[in-house]
């Protein structure tokens, strides 16, 4: 597997802040989420290459199964990122429109590279570092709870 990294400014300031104080900051543990964020990246590229609109995004992690779906996405407003009602900023499933496709598309880059985004980053997760982003280029005013759950599928 292709291993991912912060640059050397943005894990300087990670370093200081998480070392020795989270668990999961770790390489291998911000090489999986900057991971995640590339396939993100790979994805959106090909949605932007294709040329073709679409209404609305369901972006969900492959080992998932949820409950309480919304049942119309037509009446999600699509001005905002929908997640399920729990944590801070989930990242199990993403519900938006074409407003945030760029936003995603741009995610990795701005995750390994920008420090003003680094130092909104309260806890080395993927949730956290999601959360600190949408904050650095909107608001939280941005993100929409559903009441919908999901479930992980792990042995």
Sequence with gaps: PQEFQFQKDVKSILDSKFTDKHSNYTERGYSNILSQYKSIEEVTNLVLSSKKKYDIFVMGRYDITTSNFPSNLETLDTEKIHTQDCNEFPDGIHIYGNRFLKWFN??????????????LIQRPSSEMIKKAYLQYKYDMSFHKKHPMRINILRK
């Design 106 to 119: 741009e995610l990795f880059e701005d995750a390994r590279s920008n420090i003003d985004l680094c130092k």
